[in-house]
């Protein structure tokens, strides 16, 4: 399989994965079926936007290539009708969340990387894509932002959009370069959600 054909398939499963996880929430919230799909679309898509407003490649491909929009509808719609088979929909969340976090970094990273940023601006363009998403849906569904918690969540995606241009800086732009960073911000979110991880925040004043 060519890298590019790797990269749209991992990017479209991200897409779906985090559609489904914005979708999950959104039913959490008892949103109707127009309003799941709404919040599955901006959660899979929202950050691939601004990453491609921010590399100069307009319009977004959320915009110009109707397999990304179908991607995020279908998966959402698919989740609305589904989610009664699920148990313990908090789960089903937060691992459709970390798996759409992983492949979603790495292949804004990727993007960024070959659209020609220097590696910090394409790590931090990988972090923005992986991110972006979750802060809309979250900011839709009147939550705090996972991002801006106590949680390890931007700091996965950074620490794999890292090892995206480390691996392609020593010249790996096979299926490495997306499954080893994918593997390892999925690792780190789970084992932070596991662990109880958190970034440090100010102490109660006195």
């Known amino acids: ?30 949103l109707d079926l127009f309003g799941v799909i709404f919040v599955g679309f901006v959660a899979a898509l929202g950050g691939g936007i601004v990453r491609d407003v921010v590399i100069g490649a307009v319009p977004p491909l959320a915009f ?3 397999r990304y929009a179908i991607t995020a509808a279908v998966a959402s719609g698919a989740t609305f009708w589904l989610h009664p088979q ?18 979603i970094t790495v292949t804004g990273t990727l993007k960024a990387l070959n659209a020609g940023l ?10 923005i894509t992986g991110i972006g998403g979750g802060v809309g849906r979250d900011l839709l569904l009147g939550e705090i932002p996972v991002v801006l918690r106590r949680e390890i969540y931007a700091v996965a995606s950074l620490a794999g959009a890292v090892l995206v241009a480390v691996l392609v800086r020593f ?14 911000i999925f690792g780190i979110r789970i084992i932070a959600l596991l662990r109880s991880w958190s970034a440090p925040v100010p102490p109660e004043p006195a």
């Open 1 to 30: 399989m060519s890298t590019p054909s790797a990269l749209l398939i991992a990017d479209l499963a991200g897409v779906a994965v985090f559609a489904a996880s914005g979708a999950s929430a959104a039913i959490v919230k008892r």
């Open 64 to 66: 110009a290539d109707w």
């Open 86 to 103: 699920f148990s313990r929909l908090r789960w089903t969340v937060l691992l459709l969340d970390a798996a759409g976090l992983a492949l």
């Open 118 to 127: 220097p590696p910090v601006g394409a790590c931090l363009a990988g972090m």
């Open 171 to 184: 010249g790996i732009h096979d299926g490495l370069a997306l499954v080893a960073p994918a593997v390892l």
